[in-house]
């Protein structure tokens, strides 16, 4: 009778959701595969590369995708005399990323150095390099924000969370619609949206509450923003699919 039991309970016997058992499932899988990753071996084949000439080789490719940071200056200089909330989380937001792309380019930075032997690795260089060389991203890049994207993927979203915030501070205006998921405190965005609004209509900002409106219109069809709240984008719906 026990062999017939299966080897796992299943959700249904602790009173959960049959869904409930994929994140443990997904946790399982990414485990397994980073051991045997781990498990390759680090020198090279007879004729062929070493695992540090291969990361030499994506230093080039990362550093290239990494965007430049936003300039400071520009945005103290237009909220200086009466900062609104989004003002506020413009700069916030800007300082978040400056220091990951700081962060970022300085450990690109000294790994190239160490790989090169001109300084002695760090366990934190070292840790890069694997990481790298799995086309994984290091801890030290994700204090930022959390994210489960490989490092090819990451790199591509980390450049358009960064435009996003640097055509804000080029035009010194909101954009119409903001990307929720691109922020690193999406709470503090929606914090000073209810500032922003509160202040318009000098109420409390105790009083709001808030209401979501789903719209059929692309982003390209948005020319004005709207006269109560933002218009966001960014959201996902886990194990569904949204009927337009």
């Known amino acids: ?77 237009f909220i200086q005399e009466n900062p609104s909330p989004l003002d506020l989380v413009l700069l916030q937001e800007t300082h978040t990323y400056n220091r990951l792309l700081e962060t970022v380019s300085s450990t690109l930075v000294e790994l190239e150095r160490g790989i090169r032997d001109l300084v002695v690795m760090s366990p934190t260089t070292e840790e890069t390099l694997n990481c790298i060389y799995h086309a994984r991203v290091p801890p030290l890049w994700q204090e930022a924000y959390p994210s489960l994207k490989p490092l090819a993927a990451w790199t591509q979203d980390l450049h358009q969370r960064v435009d996003q915030l640097s055509r804000w501070a080029e035009t010194t205006k909101p954009p119409v619609s903001f990307w929720l998921s691109g922020f690193s405190r999406p709470n503090s965005f929606l914090t000073a949206v209810l500032q922003t609004t509160a202040r318009q209509n000098k109420i409390s900002m105790d009083t709001l509450s808030w209401e979501f409106i789903v719209s059929t219109l692309d982003d390209i069809s948005l020319v004005d923003p709207p006269k109560v709240g933002v218009y966001i984008r960014g959201l996902y719906l886990e194990g569904a699919g949204w009927d337009v």
């Not at 899988?29 to 390759?40: E, I, N, V, W």
Request: hydrophobic share 35%; glycine share 8%.
């Open 1 to 77: 009778y026990i062999s017939t039991l299966p080897p796992t309970d299943r959700p249904e016997v602790l009173g959960l959701h049959p869904n409930a058992g994929i994140p443990t499932q997904l946790t399982e899988t990414r485990t397994l595969f980073h051991s045997l990753l781990s498990l390759q071996p680090a020198a090279a084949a007879e004729g062929g590369d070493s695992r540090e000439d291969r990361v030499l080789a994506l230093l080039g490719d990362v550093r290239a995708q990494i965007p430049g940071q936003i300039d400071t200056d520009r945005i103290r200089s």
